[in-house]
């Protein structure tokens, strides 16, 4: 297997590539390979047992980057939720993941990517390039979405996701006042103030369960966080009758 990016050649063979001891890059990189592979219960497994989730393996790429090239978004998303990930690590030219995925053209990735609190939308390569200049002079249609996309791009605070929640349901201004944005796991559920990020929260969701969650008998690899619209905890009942 050969592949490139921008014309550069990355890696020969992934499956028989050798470094100068020897060893494979499947042995060496072994959360490379599950990234590479979308295998998302190896990478939650390889994270626990601690290994570093920026390492950057022989062709300048760190696990991330490969799931951004394979368009690999369950893995991508279980990178982005460790804490320990650098979404803006860059490879020997400069590339950070969110250039591949402009080079992709893939507006899921793209906005995958731009959901996470720290990410660098005008980050440049060693040319000089953005992400948008990367995709924004290809005429394809998908090219140009992730274009539009990158042009517009803002982060969503809590009070944008709670009006984009309303709009979708077609909830008037008073019925929206009844519900809130929640993070939920099995172990902990947090109702958001007006001024938290969500995804600054969901990247610092094992602390808040160590200082809050519920006790458990043994470590729950499963124990994702995830956005919820639900009742206001705050709300009275006399309130909520008077909607």
């Not at 390492?55 to 893995?75: G, I, M, Q």
């Not at 809590?158 to 909830?171: N, S, V």
Request: glycine letters at 4%; a positive charge; proline letters at 3%.
């Amino acid at each position: 297997l050969q592949y490139y990016a921008k014309g550069v050649t990355l890696r020969e063979n992934i499956s028989s590539s050798s470094s100068s001891n020897g060893e494979c890059w499947p042995e060496k990189y072994p959360l490379h390979k599950a990234a590479h592979d979308n295998n998302v219960d190896d990478i939650r497994r390889l994270l626990l047992q601690g290994m570093t989730a920026n390492e950057k393996d022989n062709a300048s790429w760190t696990p991330l980057h490969y799931c951004v090239f394979y368009n690999n978004l369950r893995a991508t998303e279980v990178l982005l939720l460790h804490q320990g990930t650098d979404v803006n690590a860059s490879n020997k030219v400069g590339s950070t993941a969110l250039h591949f995925a402009a080079l992709q053209g893939n507006v899921y990735m793209v906005e995958l990517l731009l959901s996470h609190s720290k990410i660098d939308v005008d980050a440049k390569d060693n040319s000089g390039r953005r992400p948008i200049d990367i995709c924004a002079c290809v005429p394809k249609m998908e090219y140009q979405k992730v274009a539009k996309l990158l042009l517009n791009w803002k982060r969503l605070n809590k009070i944008q996701l709670h009006a984009e929640m309303c709009k979708e349901l077609k909830f008037n201004n008073d019925s929206g006042k009844l519900f809130a944005m929640w993070i939920c796991s099995d172990r902990l559920s947090l109702q958001l103030k007006a001024d938290h990020k969500p995804m600054l929260h969901m990247n610092k969701w094992k602390s808040k369960i160590a200082k809050f969650g519920n006790e458990v008998l043994e470590s729950n690899d499963d124990d994702a966080p995830k956005i919820f619209f639900r009742r206001d905890a705050r709300l009275t009942l006399q309130k909520e009758k008077m909607v």
